[in-house]
């Protein structure tokens, strides 16, 4: 089991940046593949990013490559996403998720935090 708790949401105006923080806790939490989604009022949820569980793998959604950083620290079982250039259509809720490495689904996730971006 692996318990996910999201923070760094807010408020910010367009062009600004956030980071968000994702901590992990539970068993040998450093051996799962990382990611993060958004999903926006009346929207499916996106992809945003992941990273695998040893750092040196990451990949992103089209709408925030080029924007958007993710990375970890395993020895503080954090995982987080640096979010620069924001936009307005940014604006989500931002879930934290793991898989096993040798899992091809996500089976835990956070109970997400709000990314509010004004234009």
């Known amino acids: 089991q692996v318990q996910l708790v999201e923070s760094g949401g807010g408020l910010v105006q367009a062009g600004g940046s956030l980071r968000l923080s994702c901590a992990a806790s539970?068993?040998?939490?450093?051996?799962?593949?990382m990611g993060w989604f958004r999903q926006a009022p009346g929207k499916a949820r996106e992809f945003v990013a992941g990273i695998s569980w040893s750092g040196g793998s990451t990949s992103y959604g089209d709408a925030v490559k080029g924007r958007f950083t993710i990375s970890r620290d395993n020895a503080k079982n954090t995982v987080y996403l640096q979010m620069n250039s924001l936009r307005p259509e940014d604006t989500a809720v931002y879930y934290c998720a793991a898989r096993h490495r040798v899992s091809s689904t996500y089976g835990y996730w956070g109970q997400g935090t709000q990314v509010t971006v004004s234009s």
């Open positions: 539970g068993s040998t939490s450093s051996t799962y593949d």
